[in-house]
């Protein structure tokens, strides 16, 4: 399999006027052919911002990438230059976003947004990339393509709508998809679909996406591995399998706590996890869930712990993992 | 404080001992095999959520956090200084100055910037005009007239403004719907033809401006403060207070009106302006302020019939007119940045 | 589409009907005379005279003679300049019509070019010029403008350069429009650009620019054929307001210039106390106005496809 992606230890700030929010704090992954890699974390742990450097999308400034590289298709992206970026950007990878409503440009057809895209990276001339639109579009499962290709995106419902933007992500046949919360902005019924399409175009294009979620129960159905991020950084690493049936760190234990089962008797209450993420202005030196955490000792406070390897394909950062930890051996479950 | 510099004790501790294990080990791969930690650091503390929940950085009320805003906005503090200079000097010139208004020197007429009279020693710090009156203090009189106005016909469209489009707002509906048409309507003519034809009817005076000018204004007061609070009719809390059994002018009093306060004094600060403007216009076109009276659209008129000869006397009035209102509008600005976060741009 | 049309065109109406009832209102209420002149006049001349104009009538009468006679394209007969109002308007309004057109051109589209690059080159010098140019000009009135552009580029430059660069009035050779019709422009050139610049920035952070971005376009195309289109619709919506600053600043401006058009004509008739020919200029601007608000309507349906969906299920 060949590595499509590789992020190493990848920091990157926001300057604002309060200072400098670290939004990731050594972020490091990796990705290959026809895998579905889950990033899951909550509202504003870095998960997005992480993302959209892969494709250099968040304004420079105020974002600025700090250190680290982002190797994609053999391109070191954290080098490029904006004019390497636009060929790059669409054709090497892509990107769906979380809300289909504000995602397409209202005063545009929708026909005419997918053939741009495929015009600016193929040399096609305008009936052939418009051939390649209405095809794109029958990959999504959008019925009457020929009408429905001249209509603006307000005649489109939410589930169509995120269909047409996965039909873009897809115009050119990227080696990676990056999907921020694509089902986080529609109904549950229409949830399934866009993922079933995922699942699907994974399996005919074998492109691999990054899954962006605080759901874990879209994780679960799709997901090849998962990084769980906490405050900017990958707290735990492994495959979809590890993470939920040997979660190592205590907040993706929690995570998993605060979802409900249909095994689940009603009498159980879901736990929720107290408190809230630290200020990323000034992070804690620390473990950054050590606040939170009822495991929570002293060198936690202290020290940020390094990645440990409860088991195989699965990295965790906690200090109760380390081997002096009194506790190991009931810290496990 | 204190607990700060204990973490950081510890912090520099456990940086040495790092360092120490990290040469004796010689071992760059500390990730898979981990130096020795001592037991003692491994001690339970739990969660500590209360530490967490603390909010780090301090939580300023909304008005205080907006005039910290607007302090860090230069430009609307010069403003605003600027406009405090012309408000003091519009009250003290006129009264310290040596010369009346109407005072008229026939031997020195349309004297330059700066004039000192050779016989009687009178100085004329911006001149005199065709009468030989006193530009100085003629335009710090205007001032006063032409703030007066402004000021009063802006504070007549904003009570008018708020109980029009209050009353639209909070009763909504047909109601509504018949006020907004009336407002349309007025809107569909220029504000300054109806204003022209009010001046005309009614007796030539300081209060005819202010009149005119408020009869046709308040409409878009009135607008906003009836978008205002049809937004925040809807918004969850009046909503839960209406539940909870608020009487109607609590929910006016305590909840509506106070939320419309930013939108009101930022539209406030950017219709003087646009008053200013009314005055010297009609002034401008001989509608103005009778003659007894001067305002600095009157003097504006005055001079722009000599300004081919004596262009000062035009262009005196016309740098006061446009930097009040200049000063307004940055301050109007400034206030809107300070006042609605989510406009900063 | 018809029914929003229909719509508008009644709003359109009941405007003008409502500005002819009260430009007659206060015409008749107006103190003075028009009569009044150096001389008196004898009470049987003054019989005739009122006789004449139909001012023995009624109020009633008179305004409903009124509405029948503006309704049959008579505006009545100037009792200033003793000649009808249709035939004044007839040859002022021209002069009016090519003043306000090109200032509204060139405010729109300097102001929509200084609007964008203001957004685009947003926190730098361009940005921070072009703003202070706009505040400038929303806050210089178009009165002052325009007599200082007179003054230093029409009188001082000829003064001093023995050049006449600009003609200081008059309104027949190209050169002596450019002035008149920038002093008229500048106020609204401000308050577009400034505009501009907001509905621009709100629009580049709009999420479809960042899908835009994301397809790999480059700057310039994801300015021109993304942002602008979608930016310049609050823009349209203000051009009737726009309008009406233009008709009303003429006023003032074509007596700086001495351009026959009229607003030149509307002043002096305020200054005479003639009633017929106030109200038929007021109502010749009114219709005006009502019809340009009319246009901005329908230009913003055709332009923004959204419009034209909410008002068919209307």
Known sequence: ?333 | MSKKNVKENKLNKINDLNNENITDMNNNSQEITPEKIDVSRFEWIGSNTTESETISRPSTSYWKDAMHRLRRNKAAMICLIIIGIIGILSIIIPIISPYTVSEQHVTHTYAKIGYTDPGDGHVHLFGTDSLGRDVFTRIWYGARISLFISFTAVFVNVIIGIIYGGIAGYIGGAVDNVMMRIIEIINGIPYLIIVILLMMIMPKGIMTIVVAYAAVAWTGMARLVRGQIMSLKQQDYVVAAKVMGAKPSRIIGKHLLPNTFSVVIVHITLSIPSAIFTEAFLSYIGLGVPVPYASWGTLANEGRQLFQMYPHLLIIPAICISLTMLSFNLLGDGLRDALDPKLRR | MIKYIGKRLFYAALTLLALTALTFFMMRWLPGDPFIGEKAIPETTMKALNKKYGLDKPMLEQLFMYIGNVLKGDLGHSIHYNRPVNDIIAQAFPYSFDLGIRALIFATIMGVFLGIVAAVKRGTHWDTLTMLLAIIGVSVPSFIVGSLLQYFLGLRVYQIFDVRLFPITGWNTFASKILPSFALSFGSLATISRLMRTSMLDVLGQDYIKTAKSKGLSQKKIIWKHAVRNAIMPVITVLGPIAAAVLTGAFVIENIFSIPGMGRFFVLSIQAQDYTMISGTTLCYGAFLVIANLIVDLAYGFIDPRVKLTNVKE
């Open chain 1, 1 to 333: 399999m060949n590595k499509v992606l590789e992020v190493n230890d990848l920091h990157v700030s926001f300057d604002t006027y309060a200072g400098e929010v670290k939004a990731v704090r050594g972020v490091t992954f990796e990705l290959h052919e026809g895998e579905v890699l889950a990033i899951v974390g909550e509202s504003g742990c870095g998960k997005s911002v992480t993302a959209q450097t892969i494709m250099k999308l968040n304004p420079m400034p105020p974002a600025r990438i700090v250190s680290g590289e982002i190797q994609l298709a053999g391109k070191n992206i954290v080098k490029a230059t904006e004019k390497e970026m636009m060929n790059i950007r669409g054709k090497d990878v892509s990107m769906i976003f979380q809300d289909p409503m504000t995602c397409l440009n209202p005063t545009m057809q929708v026909g005419k947004q997918l053939t741009e895209a495929i015009r600016h990276h193929q040399n096609l001339s305008k009936e052939a990339a418009h051939k390649e639109a209405l095809r794109l579009l029958e990959l999504v499962n959008i019925p009457n393509v020929k009408q429905r290709a001249k209509q603006y995106p307000h005649e489109f419902s939410g589930g169509m709508r995120q269909r047409v933007m996965i039909a873009m992500a897809l115009s050119c046949a990227p080696k990676l998809l990056i999907a921020d919360e694509p089902t986080t902005a529609l109904d549950v019924t229409i949830q399934a679909q866009i993922m079933d399409l995922l699942q699907e175009i994974k399996e005919k294009t074998n492109t691999a996406i990054i899954l962006i979620t605080h759901d874990l129960g879209v994780v679960a159905s799709m997901a090849d591995r998962v990084a769980v991020m906490y405050a900017g950084k990958v707290v735990e690493t492994g495959t979809a399998e590890e993470i939920f049936y040997r979660p190592s760190h205590p907040y993706t234990r929690a995570l998993l706590k605060s979802l409900p089962t249909v095994e689940m008797d009603r009498s159980v209450r879901l736990v929720s996890i107290a408190g809230t993420p630290p200020d990323l202005l000034n992070p804690p030196v620390g473990c950054p869930f050590a606040s939170r955490c009822e495991h929570a000792m002293k060198i936690c406070i202290e020290e940020m712990p390094p990645q440990f390897d409860p088991s195989d394909n699965h990295q965790a950062a906690c200090w109760l993992l380390h081997e002096d930890c009194p506790s190991k051996k009931d810290g496990g479950e």
